[in-house]
């Protein structure tokens, strides 16, 4: 006797007709949690040996002095998405996870220092993508701009022209949009 | 919870608050926190960071019993915390003593074995400075508990240890750790400690949605080759009667992980016995042609999976387990249900209206149990087979003999071929495969458990890195049975080389072991030699009438390897029976 399915690296059975293969997508979660010393490194610890794929994460105080809220940006099949909320759930100082709407507003802040040998191009520049000029001297400008990850990606490509020197991105935070609440 | 356990609850305590002293110190408000959970004994080392708890518990009740290394007190505290239910309680001071612990403490995690370890910390000023025996305790053990928790003030200490000792203990169980900086401990509080209690962001579902059991109960009545595989969760939750009387009622087959062994008796016709890497065939061939798996308490590891790609493949899952997070990690469930394994276990009888139709399975099961008996030979001019002093020590004992294990070869023939029949029998390091376990884990399972037998099954390798701990069995007068599987050999890792590396036997031999029944004798414990097939019962009477610890060595054959196997992420449906089937 011999069976005649199998099973795919997720452990789940493959079904012929329909064959469900999950591909990585990327997936906000929003996380709170109790605001003491230590949770960050739980976190995070846990997202690295559990080998979940991690874009970012950003960390700030919520209106309750108590907790802090995480934003954190995976990319992993559903499978892997789902055993990532459960396994964040589990740490003790996690109050609450959730996975957020695609459309949820999610934005990140740049910080890029280019040559300031152009003041005028880099100040137009930054106002077709919202950002301002945040500090100069004789040889750097630095700009800030503010917005989704795609915008930001394509404020970095446009001031590539002028030499970039630096850039610092604080990763996505993110909110559900209307009414809705986010935790 | 656990009958055998001895530990009475603080509800049940009759002694009156007024006779204890109030807390002076956050020291005797550990300790206080410990005797308001009801715990009886402490394992542990002395050391200087520590030493205001050691204070405060000389004028507990608390029993404390000095190990002779610290991974030796934790391994102790978590046979403790399996055989009597409850979190079993270790001490270290800080630096080496915490690392030491590390071991047991990792090995608790993977058995979900409950269990509280309080360490020493430097005081709060020195911390992050490098100071004298400075280790950063909670950042190395986090990602092994199930929280770390690092106090840091006398008023609350005593209240740390009460939620870490809650929280050790409930949903699924695990070990937590308390940091005890020394100022925090020796400081001035007149604070008794909080009630042990869960923190609220811990919650636990103990009954499954309704619908979904439904909808399992209809695949189970519907399904042609059912199966149950039984994993340690059941006997964590104290479910072993209710698995019985739903598989027994429903006639479904009942496999066990290796965790699970004692969750359903081994000699019942429904039982395949243990599934995985050295299951047996007819537990490995249900598991693979099943149709329909009920998995409860189980996490799928690969141990008994095998590949997962082969893995029950054309079953569906029903699977019960009390930590959602182990819903489909590794196998994917159609029936995911989450709670507690007995009152799941009864939701599924209750909504069961007809046991599945599965006479022709059941006929099956039995066919493979005929065609693959686990089985070994006995030439009389070999050396002596190891299985056999296992088979013969399982007919001298009682059903609730405990038996403990080291790793490697002797601890699968003790799986193998002693016949599981109660729980909390079984007492063993299964997800860290951890050597050393043996000895300490026999103190703990015989302390807490006085009144049953305890024989601990090692190999010469696994009993050599913890063969100190035969001190304190001595010391504490242990009546325990230590039997030494002793091929001259760490066996496991020469089956792999012959198996699989050519035979080449690379740093696996030893060319020269002690004779441990003469270290057993320097230790005072009583020492016997076993070489030959006649005087195997005799040699194992007289251990076990030995009033204290007794060591066995018993020269086994070299060559004697463990089947039936599957390799490593194999198909358990291909196991081999010998190396040449590999
Ligand atoms: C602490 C630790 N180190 C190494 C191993 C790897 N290992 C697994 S089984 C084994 C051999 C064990 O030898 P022994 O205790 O003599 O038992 P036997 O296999 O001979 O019965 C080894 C070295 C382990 N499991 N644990």
Redesign the pocket.
Known sequence: MRPEGRRNTQGIRIDPEAEATHEPRQAVLSALVKHKPGVLAEVSGLFSRRQFNIESLTVGPTTDDEMARMTILIEEPTPGVEQAKKQLQKLVPVISVTELEPEAIRRELAMIKVDGEKPDDINAVADMYGGQAVDACDETVTVEVTGSKQKVDAAIEAFSQFGIREIVRTGTAALERGAKDTQ | MSERASIPKPEDEDESDDEQQPVTTGAQSVIRALENAGAEYVFGVQGGAIMPVYDALYDSDINHVTMAHEQGASHAADAFGIVSGEPGVCFATSGPGATNLV?GIADANMDSDPMIALTGQVPTEFVGNDAFQETDTVGVTQPITKESYFASDSDTVGDDVSEAFALADEGRQGPTLVDLPKDVTKGETDKEPKKPKTPETYTVQTEADEEMVDAAAEAIESADKPVILAGGGVIKADATEELFRFATKYEIPVITTMPGLGAFPEDHELSLEMAGMHGTGYANMAVTNTDLLVGVGTRFDDRLTGGVDSFAPDAELVHVDIDPAEISKNIYADYPLVGDAGRVLDQLYDAMTAAPDADEWREQCQTWKDEYPLDYQMPEDEPLK?QHIVETFDEVTDDDAIVTT??????M?ACQYWTFREPRTWVSSHGL????YGVPSAIGAKLAAPDQEVVSF????????TVQELSVAVRENLDITFVV???E???????WQDGFYEGRRMA?EYPWIPEFDKLAEAFGAAGFRLEDYDEVEETIQAAREYDGPAVIDALIDPAENVYPMVPSGGDNGLFALSEDQL
Not at chain 2, 406 to 411: E, P
Not at chain 2, 489 to 495: H, K, L, P
């Open positions: 071991t190891p080291g790793v490697g070869q002797h601890q023939w495969g951890t050597m050393g090692d190999g010469d390798g696994s009993f050599l890195m599987l002793n091929n050999a760490i066996g496991m890792v020469r089956q696996s």
